[in-house]
Nanobody, 116 residues
Framework: QVQLVESGGGLVQPGGSLRLSCAASRRLFGTVTVGWYRQASGKQFELVASITSGGSAKYADSVRGRFTISRDNAETTVYLQMNSLEPEDTAVYYC??????????WGQGTQVTVSS
């Protein structure tokens, strides 16, 4: 199974920006849909954005207009550009394929903390 590694999280003030990266161990993202999920403390996983193999993106209502999902031409990295961050965006962020999600197989994630 391909390994996905998230990075790019950190502490940012409200209104700030971060770009998260999801790196695959091999060329992958041109053949599967991948999603960015987040899990706030004590809460369930939430799908915030996804991108299909054809490049179509979808967003949760809570992040639409603020977050942008994209991938590189090598199809090995997916990004999540997060702008106008709010304290409610604080969570551990994960990327995953649908198969990984169904298998409940998750990476280590990357912590995003939005606080003044």
């Amino acid at each position: 199974q391909v390994q996905l590694v998230e990075s790019g999280g950190g502490l940012v003030q409200p209104g700030g920006s971060l770009r998260l990266s999801c790196a695959a161990s091999r060329r992958l993202f041109g053949t599967v849909t991948v999603g960015w999920y987040r899990q706030a403390s004590g809460k369930q996983f939430e799908l915030v954005a996804s991108i299909t193999s054809g490049g179509s993106a979808k967003y949760a209502d809570s992040v639409r207009g603020r977050f942008t999902i994209s991938r590189d031409n090598a199809e090995t990295t997916v990004y999540l550009q997060m702008n106008s961050l709010e304290p409610e965006d604080t969570a551990v962020y994960y990327c995953n394929t649908e198969l990984g999600r169904l298998l409940n197989s998750w990476g280590q994630g990357t912590q995003v903390t939005v606080s003044s």
